[in-house]
């Protein structure tokens, strides 16, 4: 799946959304971040019904400092750390798939910028020791 084909599956889902009343910038973004994983999920999904085989897929988030991340390991991860911390789950899914700022998730998650940072860094350290343990 090509970003093109990825940016067009995910305006397609936002679109038929016609009852949500956008509230601003960071609410579109943090909703288009949530769409970016589950098509990405998706097409990993139907990816490997016709295929039989396990191919990696990985996510560049181009965030400074940050590895390139398997996205279904990651998605896994990030369904466990939900389970523990919804809130941390969403900003770490608005950091990957949506490459949101840490001001933009203050505004939609109505915390302060500092808390949000916070957040990251620890659901970053949470991430890291999922995935390693996942790994072996």
Not at 95 to 117: P, Q, W
């Amino acid at each position: 799946m090509s970003s093109g084909d990825l940016l067009q599956e995910c305006m397609l889902r936002l679109v038929k959304l016609d009852r949500i009343l956008w509230q601003n910038r960071a609410h579109f973004l943090a909703l288009a971040s949530c769409m970016m994983r589950r098509a990405l999920v998706d097409h990993l999904r139907a990816r490997r019904r016709l295929k039989r085989e396990h191919q990696r897929v990985e996510l560049h988030t181009g965030i400074a400092d940050d590895p390139c991340l398997e996205i279904e390991m990651l998605n896994d991860a990030l369904e466990q750390l939900a389970l523990i911390d919804p809130s941390r789950a969403e900003i770490v899914e608005m950091r990957y798939f949506g490459g949101m700022e840490l001001s933009d998730i203050a505004t939609v998650l109505d915390i302060s910028e500092s808390t949000v940072k916070r957040r990251w860094q620890t659901a970053k350290l949470w991430l890291a020791d999922a995935l390693t343990s996942n790994a072996a």
